[in-house]
């Protein structure tokens, strides 16, 4: 090949990369950098939340606000909570949260703790816990701040081969429930357990009396109707206010009875009195009976063939043995009886 025809070549080469990067440059247009749009997250509301409970973390989620929100939120954005579940974690709701509606601050109560047992108690009152099968207590649908009748189921008998019977009796009448599950949280979900805790709000002479009567029976609670909740709260309230302490909510200061309760309360506080099964046998009713005289053995004395004034010698036996059987009609004072739960074991011998 001819040296002009490569010079030619190569020139044409030449020609042709630059013209391609001539091109180039004229025709260059910069990348535009893509913008993309974040959409906001809301917490919101996974089921339907009710005013007073306390929030589950699974009861929320997270999703992206939508516009309708976006605009109507632009100015309150400092009302939103945090999009994330852990954000209702113990917060109590202050209104009612339908499923999927945004969650504020507006709509949950104040952030602290719940408030204390010794705080919620009358002046001079005392908790009291105790455990109920869920066939004792209305199924366990009572709520705090409601009011129940204690009731003591128990198998009553006056020693061994005596008759026995099952009676039950109203031991603390119209008593406030100050907390439930041994939780200060009002928390609301279905009862898995056979038994519920319940905490009592009670006087001094009324918590002891709990204490004794749980080892001597089954206890129950049942609910009082509202209108007469609603009275006994409008009692409560006064009392807190004028500062009356001591005296229990439940009974009627126009009956005897309240004021041998506060003889009783005096009593227990200063520990110049227990409380035993003296005060099982006056709840139950269980009067004493007199005991059948023993008319011991007559003998008949004879002088010849003629009577003589008869001798009575007197049987050395158990007064009690002579005693009638008859529980209804009461066996005698309460250290006579022998108190204990349906379902426990008959004692072989008489327990004081």
Same mark, same amino acid.
């Given at each position: 090949?001819?040296?002009?025809?490569i010079?030619?070549?190569?020139?044409?080469?030449?020609?042709?990369?630059a013209?391609?990067?001539?091109?180039?440059?004229v025709?260059?247009?910069p990348?535009?950098?893509?913008?993309k749009?974040?959409?906001?997250?809301?917490?919101?509301?996974?089921?339907?939340?009710?005013?007073?409970d306390?929030?589950?973390?699974?009861w929320?989620?997270v999703?992206?606000?939508?516009?309708?929100?976006e605009a109507s %939120? *632009? #100015?309150?954005?400092? $009302?939103?909570?945090?999009?994330?579940?852990e !954000?209702?974690?113990?917060? &109590? +709701?202050?209104?009612?949260?339908?499923?999927?509606?945004?969650?504020?601050k507006?709509?949950?109560?104040? %952030? *602290? #703790?719940?408030?204390? $047992?010794?705080?919620?108690?009358l002046?001079? !009152?005392?908790a009291?816990? &105790? +455990?109920?099968?869920?066939?004792?207590?209305?199924?366990?649908?009572?709520q705090?701040?409601?009011?129940?009748?204690?009731?003591?189921?128990?198998?009553?008998?006056?020693?061994?081969?005596?008759p026995?019977?099952?009676?039950? +009796?109203?031991?603390?009448p119209?008593?406030?429930i100050?907390?439930?599950?041994?939780?200060?949280?009002?928390?609301?979900?279905?009862i898995?357990?056979?038994?519920v805790?319940?905490?009592?709000?009670?006087?001094?002479?009324? +918590?002891?009396l709990m204490?004794?009567?749980?080892?001597?029976?089954a206890?129950?609670?049942?609910?009082?109707?509202?209108?007469?909740?609603?009275?006994l709260?409008t009692?409560?309230?006064?009392?807190?206010?004028?500062?009356?302490?001591?005296?229990?909510?439940s009974?009627?200061?126009?009956?005897?009875?309240d004021?041998e309760?506060?003889k009783?309360?005096?009593?227990?506080?200063?520990?110049d009195?227990?409380?035993?099964?003296?005060?099982?046998?006056?709840?139950?009713?269980?009067?004493?009976?007199?005991?059948?005289?023993?008319?011991?053995?007559?003998v008949?004395?004879m002088?010849?063939?003629q009577?003589?004034?008869?001798?009575?010698?007197?049987?050395?036996?158990s007064?009690?043995e002579?005693?009638?059987?008859?529980i209804?009609?009461?066996?005698?004072?309460g250290?006579?009886?022998?108190?204990?739960?349906?379902?426990?074991?008959a004692?072989?011998?008489?327990?004081?």
């Amino acid at each position: 090949m001819r040296a002009s025809t490569i010079f030619a070549l190569c020139l044409a080469l030449l020609v042709g990369l630059a013209a391609a990067v001539v091109n180039r440059l004229v025709n260059f247009k910069p990348p535009v950098a893509e913008v993309k749009v974040v959409t906001p997250s809301v917490l919101v509301a996974g089921r339907n939340i009710f005013a007073g409970d306390l929030i589950q973390p699974a009861w929320v989620k997270v999703r992206p606000m939508r516009p309708e929100e976006e605009a109507s %939120f *632009a #100015k309150t954005k400092d $009302l939103l909570l945090p999009p994330v579940a852990e !954000a209702v974690y113990l917060r &109590v +709701a202050l209104a009612n949260l339908r499923a999927d509606e945004p969650i504020l601050k507006d709509h949950l109560q104040e %952030f *602290a #703790k719940p408030e204390s $047992l010794s705080k919620r108690l009358l002046p001079n !009152a005392r908790a009291v816990g &105790v +455990a109920v099968s869920k066939d004792r207590c209305a199924g366990g649908l009572i709520q705090v701040g409601e009011w129940v009748d204690v009731l003591l189921t128990s198998v009553i008998d006056h020693g061994e081969g005596s008759p026995v019977a099952t009676q039950t +009796a109203v031991i603390c009448p119209r008593v406030r429930i100050l907390a439930k599950r041994n939780q200060l949280w009002p928390v609301f979900q279905a009862i898995s357990e056979n038994e519920v805790q319940f905490t009592l709000e009670l006087n001094t002479y009324r +918590a002891s009396l709990m204490e004794f009567a749980r080892t001597k029976g089954a206890l129950s609670l049942v609910p009082v109707s509202s209108l007469e909740q609603s009275r006994l709260e409008t009692r409560r309230k006064d009392l807190l206010e004028q500062g009356v302490a001591g005296r229990l909510v439940s009974l009627s200061s126009e009956s005897g009875e309240d004021t041998e309760e506060e003889k009783r309360i005096a009593k227990i506080s200063t520990g110049d009195s227990s409380v035993g099964q003296d005060d099982l046998a006056r709840i139950f009713a269980l009067k004493p009976i007199p005991a059948i005289k023993d008319p011991g053995v007559t003998v008949q004395q004879m002088s010849g063939t003629q009577s003589m004034k008869p001798a009575v010698f007197q049987t050395v036996s158990s007064s009690r043995e002579e005693q009638s059987k008859g529980i209804s009609a009461g066996l005698g004072s309460g250290a006579d009886f022998r108190f204990r739960a349906p379902d426990a074991p008959a004692p072989s011998k008489l327990k004081r």
